[in-house]
């Protein structure tokens, strides 16, 4: 087979790899039989130049109609990006996840530093550590948090640990700053990070602690995973404060309090229970 040059999101383009279109149905879990089958259609589909975009919806196409749980969880890099426009999804994604893994959260807090006051997206407290969480958004994959970011934060969140260490009850506290964004850092920002002890998380970092692999071992994938849904309809889920699936478990009447009628919500739950692999 000639080599097929395919066009990435950024517009920048790279020589087809089959093996990492493989990788990435295997990490959603797609049998070994079912990999084979997705990998021969669409590489019948492949002509030169490509969009990474097209070669995604025609996997995810198969997907679907074989496995919803397997298509809901290779869906899972684009339904991150589809946490928006704004960027208080993502806010609250990140505060459940945090959660959901033992910590007190709060959202949107106003905390006084050494200097002036600061909005912080996500308060996280377990034990004696505490985190001051900014949450970074994109709805592009090809957008990155450079080296600012992670620069803008350490400054901030210094101004309010100098003011922390100093309230009754935080003696012997453990405070870090952590930025969370649901697409990718620089190598600079990384970089920053790591030397000032600025925590960071993304899709893809730290390796096998990242977002992705957070919400796969903890089956805590976004409410936009589920193709049942309509785009306005995961919106006003997520504007109720639904962002995880599992919370439509907790919640489900929240479903008919957007409008949908029991046979719709009945799909959307077998959907649902299938990304989470519930029986």
Not at 114 to 123: K, M, S, Y
Not at 149 to 161: C, E, G, H, T
Not at 205 to 212: A, D
Request: hydrophobic content about 35%; proline content about 3%; aromatic content about 8%.
């Amino acid at each position: 087979m000639p080599k097929i040059t395919i066009t990435k999101a950024s517009g920048e383009l790279e020589p087809f790899d089959e093996s990492k279109l493989r990788r990435s149905l295997k990490s959603a879990g797609a049998a070994d039989s079912m990999i084979d089958i997705v990998v021969a259609a669409v590489s019948k589909k492949l002509v030169d130049g490509i969009s990474t975009r097209n070669i995604y919806r025609e996997a995810f196409r198969l997907l679907r109609a074989e496995s919803q749980r397997v298509a809901g969880r290779y869906k899972l890099k684009e339904a991150m990006l589809e946490l928006g426009p704004t960027g208080f999804p993502f806010e609250h994604f990140v505060s459940e996840i945090l959660f959901r893994t033992g910590y007190n959260t709060e959202v949107g807090v106003m905390v006084q530093g050494d200097c002036v006051t600061h909005e912080i997206d996500v308060i996280a407290q377990k034990d004696d550590h505490y985190y001051l969480v900014e949450c970074k958004f994109h709805n592009k994959k090809e957008n990155r948090c450079n080296v600012q970011v992670p620069l803008y934060i350490q400054s901030r969140f210094a101004d309010v640990k100098n003011r922390w260490i100093q309230q009754p009850g935080h003696e012997g506290k453990k405070h870090f700053g952590l930025v969370v964004t649901n697409t990718r850092f620089t190598k600079d920002a990384l970089q920053y990070g790591e030397c000032v002890g600025l925590k960071l998380l993304s899709w893809d970092y730290p390796e096998k602690n990242s977002l992705k692999d957070l919400i796969g071992r903890l089956n805590l994938h976004p409410v936009t995973c589920l193709s049942a849904l309509t785009k306005k309809e995961k919106s006003q889920l997520t504007e109720k404060g639904i962002v995880l699936i599992v919370q439509l478990f907790e919640r489900e009447k929240k479903l008919k309090e957007i409008g949908l009628d029991q046979r719709k919500i009945n799909r959307v739950m077998k959907e649902a229970q299938a990304i989470c692999n519930f029986n």
